[in-house]
């Protein structure tokens, strides 16, 4: 995994269970490959709900000892893990955001980045509100609280109607849980149970693997979702059928965890299935198939499978590298991949090797790793990559680099190939890749490849659309992160 391409967010909510805090504690932990900047749950005990939030991983925020859980013990609880693909990565941005209106109290959690939140904000200010983050998701609890809105039948509904862009939300009111999903289906979110009865939401199945749940089905696009007493019940706010999906396909390739199942496919099975396309389309003449761990690890086992070249680690990852603040020289830095990624000499020295990785975004860190390898004695090195060159950026809420930091961007294959120090490189193309997958090829966003964005966006928008104004906050970073 790289530092490359940044994660979205996580969602996880439960209702009704007499451990529900612990349990989104632990769903929030499973789900911490999605965010790592910052964490927070809100519990609700039917009438009043509070929050706990703060900057860095689930452990960091929650941190054992600290009684933080106890005091939030309630039956109903959302969580959220963020990295800011809206807004900087501040304290006043981490999530759930907790607000009180004319009908109460709500806490928010969002994954994904709303593309006219820029807009929707410039008319609230317009008429005098105020806001007190750089997010994007304030914006939603604005449209919630408006008069007008909530003199609606159904608020909710009728707000998320003006929402553009890709959305997972969770909105805990004092007495339930309601979740949506944006009509395009995004971003994944779905729903599990546990053996008690208690309905579960989250970004992704594994959440639910780990707190013992079952998966129940993903929450369609342009539904929502009410957990609460009587149980689980659901509407759409678009006609159901009539807006063809938009799922994230890069979901499936790097984001999200192996044991997942999303958009209808475990993310471990499919990865294996580019491996084996990869072969038939680009093979090597090689002595071992050797991943970059980890989200190379199911394409190069599959890859391996295909063309019968022995599969073997030839890259260890270290689980315990945590996050730095200090601004290190070059020579640091090379210490610090290396200290990330340990090449196993024995298993690539002398060899032709086929390395195969999810994606390359600027290709700086995919040649620090090729060269660890010559370093170790690798005789050949054929890089193979499981899915096509990345040329545009995204605006469904995957942080990506300037179009003009690509590797892919203005280079052609041979360039491609000298950059990165290697005798080969092979891409999977565009049509391997969705022939891979279970849905309708135009089910899937492509954009990142193709620059054909589906939903229309304004290409001038970035993170920092909402940051007009620095708002200065004093972000205790010496004692909230490693
Ligand atoms: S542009 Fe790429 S990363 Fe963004 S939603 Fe589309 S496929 Fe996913």
Redesign the pocket.
């Given at each position: 995994m790289t530092s490359e391409?940044k994660e979205n967010c996580g969602l996880f909510g439960i209702f009704g269970d007499a451990e529900s805090v612990q349990k989104t504690y632990f769903g929030l932990y499973s789900l911490q490959h999605r965010g790592q900047e910052s964490a927070g749950i809100a519990s609700s005990d039917g009438e009043f709900i509070q929050c706990y939030k703060g900057m860095g991983a689930v452990s960091r925020v929650f941190r054992s000892g600290s009684g933080i859980l106890e005091k939030l013990a309630n039956p109903i609880a959302i969580g959220h893990v963020r990295y800011s693909t809206t807004g900087s990565s501040k304290s006043i941005n981490s999530q759930p955001l907790l607000s009180e209106y004319s009908r109460g109290q709500v806490a928010v959690a969002h994954n994904g980045n709303l593309i006219n939140a820029a807009l929707l904000r410039a008319e609230y200010e317009a008429h005098g509100s105020i806001f007190t983050s750089t997010s994007d998701t304030e914006v939603i609890i604005h449209l919630l609280a408006k008069p007008t809105h909530v003199s609606n039948p159904d608020p909710l509904a009728h707000v998320l109607n003006h929402l553009q862009g890709?959305y997972c939300l969770l909105f805990l009111f004092a007495d339930r849980i309601e979740a949506a999903r944006d009509p395009y289906g995004?971003?994944p979110l779905c729903i599990g149970q546990t053996d008690r009865g208690a309905y579960v939401v989250a970004s992704e199945s594994c959440a639910f693997d780990t707190i013992g749940a079952k998966f129940v089905r993903e929450v369609e696009p342009g539904e929502i979702v009410t957990l609460d007493k009587r149980g689980l019940s659901s509407r759409f706010f678009v006609t159901r059928g009539t807006v063809t999906p938009?799922?994230?396909?890069?979901?499936h390739i790097y984001?999200a965890k192996q044991n997942s199942t999303i958009f209808g496919e475990n993310v471990h099975e499919f990865r294996k299935k580019l491996g084996r396309r990869l072969a038939i389309e680009h093979p090597a003449n090689a002595d071992v198939v050797i991943p970059i761990p980890d989200s190379g690890t199911s394409a190069a086992i599959g890859y391996s499978e295909q063309s019968k070249v022995p599969f073997d680690m030839g890259m260890v990852r270290s689980h315990y590298v945590g996050r730095t603040f200090i601004s290190p020289s070059q020579k640091l830095r090379e210490l610090q991949v290396k200290l990330k990624l340990a090449v196993v000499k024995e298993v690539v020295d002398g060899k032709s090797v086929v390395v195969v990785d999810d994606s390359i975004v600027r290709g700086t860190t995919t040649r620090g790793k090729i060269r660890t390898l010559r370093q170790a004695g690798a005789k050949q090195i054929h890089m193979r990559v499981s899915c096509p060159p990345?040329r545009?950026?995204?605006?469904?809420?995957?942080d990506?680099p300037t179009r003009e930091e690509l590797l892919a961007n203005n280079r052609d294959f041979e360039q491609i190939r000298e950059f990165l120090e290697v005798d080969s490189v092979g891409y999977m193309p565009m049509e391997g890749l969705l022939s891979s997958a279970n849905l309708p090829a135009d089910y899937?966003?492509?954009?990142?490849?193709s620059g054909k964005?589906k939903i229309p966006v304004d290409a001038a928008e970035n993170k920092f659309a909402l940051e007009r104004y620095q708002m200065h906050m004093f972000d205790d970073w010496s004692q909230t992160n490693e």
């Open positions: 391409k890709a995004i971003r938009v799922h994230c396909i890069f979901e984001f990345i545009y950026p995204c605006f469904y809420g995957v990506f899937y966003c492509t954009a990142c490849w964005y």
